[in-house]
Nanobody
Framework: QVQLVESGGGLVQAGGSLRLSCAASRSIFIVNAMGWYRQGPGNERELVATITRRGSTNYADSVKGRFTITRDNAKDTEYLQMNSLKPEDTAVYYC????????????WGQGTQVTVSS
C-alpha cells in the first residue's frame, strides 16, 4: 500500500520561510490531484492549497501570495513553499493525493508540525 511521507516542518520566526515536501513511498501509476491541508489547535482541518496533475492550483484566501504549491510528477512528490509565515499559520500540515493505482483512492500523509513564533 502506498504511503505519503512528509518532511520539512519545524519552528520558524514570523516572517520566515519553510518548504514542506510530500513523497510517495513507491512509484505510483497515476497521481491525480494533490493537496495540502492544515489543522491548528482547536480548529478543524482546512484546505491550504491544491494542484492538479497538469499544474492548475487553488489556494485558501489566507495563504494567497505567500504559499506556493508545486509538484514533480516524475517523482510523485509535491511541495509547499511557505513564505512570510505568521503565527496563525501554526498547525499540523497534512498532504494528500488522489491516487489511481492497485488500491485507488485518496491517501493522506501522517502530518508535520509547523510552528511560527511571534
Amino acid at each position: 500500500q502506498v504511503q505519503l511521507v512528509e518532511s520539512g516542518g519545524g519552528l520558524v520566526q514570523a516572517g520566515g520561510s519553510l518548504r514542506l515536501s510530500c513523497a510517495a513511498s513507491r512509484s505510483i501509476f497515476i497521481v491525480n490531484a494533490m493537496g495540502w491541508y492544515r489543522q491548528g489547535p482547536g480548529n478543524e482541518r482546512e484546505l491550504v492549497a491544491t494542484i492538479t496533475r497538469r499544474g492548475s492550483t487553488n489556494y485558501a484566501d489566507s495563504v494567497k501570495g505567500r504559499f506556493t504549491i508545486t509538484r514533480d510528477n516524475a517523482k510523485d512528490t509535491e511541495y509547499l513553499q511557505m513564505n512570510s509565515l505568521k503565527p496563525e499559520d501554526t498547525a499540523v500540515y497534512y498532504c494528500n493525493a488522489d491516487i489511481y493505482d492497485q488500491l485507488p483512492g485518496v491517501y493522506w500523509g501522517q502530518g508535520t508540525q509547523v510552528t511560527v513564533s511571534s
